[in-house]
């Protein structure tokens, strides 16, 4: 799943299914890959996630991930 965004700095949020905070960090979107690489904590465990990226404006992305 992609989500449309401009480069720049974000802050993203990897919450469980029951909106638990388990990750924060920040972010850098480049122009070049349109891409951002989340490195996560080798203690997340397996299961569904629901991940918020917000940009500099305050506006809100949302997509969920399944770590396996």
């Known amino acids: 799943h992609?989500?449309?965004m401009n480069p720049?700095?974000?802050t993203v949020k990897i919450q469980n299914a029951i909106g638990?905070?388990?990750?924060?960090?920040k972010v850098?979107?480049?122009?070049?890959s349109?891409?951002?690489t989340i490195p996560l904590k080798k203690s997340?465990?397996?299961g569904s996630y629901l991940i918020v990226v917000e940009d500099?404006?305050?506006k809100?992305?949302?997509?969920?991930?399944?770590?396996?």
């Open 34 to 36: 349109g891409q951002m």
């Open 56 to 58: 500099k404006e305050g």
């Open 20 to 25: 638990q905070l388990i990750q924060q960090q």
């Open 60 to 68: 809100i992305y949302t997509a969920t991930c399944v770590i396996e």
């Open 8 to 10: 720049g700095f974000f």
């Open 28 to 32: 850098q979107m480049t122009a070049v």
């Open 2 to 4: 992609c989500i449309a």
């Open 44 to 46: 997340i465990a397996s």
